[in-house]
């Protein structure tokens, strides 16, 4: 086999498995394990703000790599839900900050528990060196897919 093909093959497996975390059988998994229903993109969020604390919206949906648009919907749902609050922004009147409430890190802890515990079982019959290795060659692709630039 071709370096060529090897490259198609590993895009070809990459982009597979955003579509099955992303699927709606991984997303009702999610929620029956943890008990908290989320769709993906609540998830982002919730997640974004817990790990970068509040955040304006735009820069809510930089960091949870979501449009603004789709960000604006969740955070009504989320809102409603009693998992965000949104409060003006000192340093600008116009602008709004979004925070986790209690609840809403109650939940996303809950949620990201549960995502561990199916990540374990999917990797249950890998031994810890291969483990390791997944892991350091995924953060490497990570990392060099950031990079970005034009080919050619």
Do not use: C
Request: no cysteine; net charge positive.
């Amino acid at each position: 086999m071709s370096r060529r093909d090897d490259l198609r093959d590993i895009d070809v497996a990459l982009r597979r498995v955003g579509r099955i975390g992303r699927s709606r059988g991984a997303t009702r998994l999610r929620a029956e394990v943890s008990g908290v229903d989320l769709t993906n993109a609540a998830a982002g969020i919730l997640g974004a703000l817990h790990q970068h604390g509040p955040l304006r919206a735009t820069a809510l949906a930089e960091a949870a790599d979501t449009e603004a648009p789709l960000v604006s919907r969740e955070l009504r749902t989320l809102t409603a839900q009693g998992y965000v609050t949104t409060k003006p922004d000192p340093s600008d009147g116009r602008g709004r900050v979004v925070s986790l409430t209690r609840k809403g890190r109650t939940v996303y802890e809950r949620f990201r528990d549960a995502t561990d515990e199916i990540t374990a079982h999917a990797f249950r019959e890998w031994d810890d060196h291969d483990i390791e290795l997944l892991r350091t060659l995924l953060q490497r692709v990570v990392e060099d897919f950031s990079r970005g630039g034009r080919p050619g």
